[in-house]
C-alpha cells in the first residue's frame, strides 16, 4: 500500500446561504459556482475521504468525531430559520473516525467519537457536505472545534489525523468551514445590500486571501492570533481553523493557493480557497512557533489518574547545541534572514575590498535550526545515523542564500575550505555533493578532518568569493 | 381585562446532567442518579409554586444562540428529538412542548416598537435547544404550561456586556409591560448557570459525584457573592457587577438571561430564596425564586 496523503485542502464558508439562496444575491451566487467548482476539482484529484474541521460544532470534553456512518437529520440554522431547511443524509467513514480518535488519545488529546441518531450536525459541515459532495460518492468525516483549544492541542489533533491517513493509504481532502472575519449584521438586511462588515474586516480579509493564493498557509496560521484579535467577534478563546488546516499540510508554506471567491454573507467574510499540495516555490516562513508534536497541557482536572505517557520513541529528535546569537553587524559585515544564526559573536560574511569572506557555514536551517539529513548525535552525545549528502547540499544552499543577499551567487565562490568530523565515513558522499554543485563553479578547495563543531553537524565550509560589484 | 400578574422569577439553569439524572421516559441515556443538590433545588422550587394558578412560562435560554437580534419561537407545537451537541452520551430528548403564540407575539411586537430587532421562527422543522427543553423539564416535568421561548441575543459577543445589558434591561421592560397587559399570570425563567468554567474531561461514569466541584475558588467566591446580593435584594448591585462577574467567573449570564429577568421584575427589592446551590462538571448553579406574588408592592 503507498502512504497516504492530503491531496487538497478547501477553505469554505458557512452560513446556510449557499445552499438555500444563491440566487437572491450575486455574491453569494458566486460562492455558490465556488463550491461547484470546488466540488468537480475534489473529485478530479480522485480523492476517497473529505475531513472537516468545523468552527459551527463547539466542543467542551476534548474534540468530538463524528462517527455515525448514515447520520440524517433536518438542519435549520439558528438566525436565518426563515431560508428554509436542509434535510440532509450523509457518508460518515465510521472506520476513521474511529482511528483517528485512537490516534489522538496516543497523542496525548482527549477525543471521542459520538454516534447518535439524530444528533444535530452543525450548520458549516451540513452546507460544506451537500456542496462539496453532492451524491455522498465520498466518505466523510468530521470533527468539533473544541472552544478551549489553542494552538498546540490543534495542531496536534491535524498531526493524530494524518497519522491516520498515512497508515490507511487513504487520499484525503482536508477542509475547514469557517468565515474570516465573522461579524454579521445585527439586524436583517436586504440580500442585495449584503457587503463586508467593515472595512477594517475587508482589508484583513484580503490580506489572509493574499497569502492563501500565495500558497503562505502556515503564514496564515501563525497570525491567528492577530487575527482573532482584529476581525473576530470574541466568541471562543482563539481563531483555530487555519492552525489545523496547515498542520495537515505539515505547516508547509509553499502550497499552491487559489481563491476561488470572495464575498459577504450577511456582513462577514465567506471565501472559497483551493490548497494545492504542489509545491509553490515560494520562500521562507515569516515567523517560526514552536513545531509541537505532542499534547500535554492541562487536560486533568478531575483527578491525577489519567497522565498520558508520552511515546518518547517516536518524537523527532530536538536541535541542541550552543546558544544562538544575532550576527554582528559592524562596518563591511554582511548579513542575511536567510542564513542560520551564527553560534557566537561573529557576522555571517565580510566585505573587504574586492573579497568577501564567509564565516563557516554548516547545513542548519535558518528560522528552524534544524539539520538536513540528521544530527550526527543526540543531546546525550549519543551517536545517530545522518545523511552526509542532505547535510553537504544543505551547506551549500545556506552559502547561496548568503551570498545572494549580499547581491552576488553561487558564481561567486572563488575557495573553500571544507571540515569533515568523519573523513573516512563522509569524504565520498560529500565528494559527491561538490561535483555537481561548487565543483561546477570551479573554486580552489582544501578538505581538512577536524575532531568536532561546535553543533551536531559533520561538514562545514569556509568561503571566500569575489564581492558583489554593485553598490 | 385583568391586569396579567407574574407569579415568580426563577433563576433555573440548565445543565443536561439534571434530566439525565433524573432518568425520565423521554430521554434516551439512563443514569445512576447524580447532582441530587440540585434536583431536590429544582424539587423544592416546584414544590414553592405547586398552589400557585399560572397560564404560562417566558423562558429565556443561553443555548438558542442567536446573532441577528433576539427571537422567539412562533408555532404552537414543537415536537422532535433534541440531542445535546456537547454531552450527546447524556441528552437525547423526546419534547413535545405548546408554545403560547398570543404571549409570545405581543412581547415581540412590543421589542420592535421598542427598537429592538426581533424575529418570529416559524420554520417547523427547528429544534428546541436543549437548555430549553431541560429548563422545562426540571421546572414543569408535566409540560402543561404553554411557553414563550426567547433566543440569547449574542450582543455580549459582539459588543460588550454593557451593551447586552443595555438591551436586556429593555427586553426585560416590554417583556413585563406585555405579560401585565396580556391579563395572563405568568412565571418567567432565566435559563443560566453562573460561574461557568467547565472541566474539559467528564470520567468514566459522568454521574460519579467523588468527582464533583467547583473548578476554582475564585469561581466559588464570586457564586457565593451573587447568592448574597440574591438573598438580600440587591437586584441593582447584581446588575451593576454583571461586567466583573461576567468576565471573571466567565459566567453563563454573558448571554443576557439574568439581565433580562431581574428587568422584568422590574429589579426586586425583596429578597428571593435560594432553593439550592450545586456544581455540574465544575460550573456553578443556583435555583432561586423571586416571590414576586407575594410582594404586592412590586406589582404594577
Ligand atoms: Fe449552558
Redesign the pocket.
Known sequence: MTEGSIVGSFIVPVHPHTVLAPEQNEGWQRLRDAFDEAAQRIKDADADLLIIYSTTWPSIIGHQIQADPNPEWVMVDNDFHDLGSIPYSFNIDADFAHAWNVANEKRGLKSRTVNYTGFPIDVGSVVALKLLNPDNAIPAVIVSSNVYANRSETTVLAKSCLDVIKATGRKAVAITAMSLSNRMFTAPIDPKDDRIHSLKDDEWNRKILEFLGEGRLEDVGQLSRTIHQQIRVQKVVAFKPMWWLSGMNDNRNNLSGEVLAYEAIHGAGGAVVHLDPTPSGAGDKEYDEDDVEFFSGERNVLDAEEEHELIEDSVAPTSSGPELWEPTTGEHSVNSEAAPKPVGMYPHARKVGDLLYLSGVGPRQPGTNAIPGGPICDENGQALDYDIKAQTKAVVDNITRILEEAGGSIEDVLDVTSFLVDMDRDFSGYNEVWAETLGKVGPTRTTLAIRALPTPIAVEMKVIARAPTTE | MTQGEIVAGCLA???PHLVYAENPPQNEPVAEGGWEQLRWGYERLRDSLKDVEYDAIVLL???WQTYVGTHFLGLPNFKSLSVDPVFPNLFRYHYDLNIDVDLTSKIHDKAAKAGLTVKMMENPDFRVDY?TITTGHMFNPAWDKPLVVISSNRSRDYYSVEVMQEMMIELGKVTREAILESGKKVVVIA???LS?RHFTTESAIPEDMSKEHITSHAMHLWDMRMINYFRTGQAQRILDEMPEFTEQAIA?SD?GGLSWLLSTLDTPSYPATLHGYGTIIG?GNAIVEWPERDHKEAKQ
Open positions: 439553569p440548565h445543565p435560554s443561553p443555548h437548555g435559563s443560566n448557570s461557568h453563563e448571554g460550573t
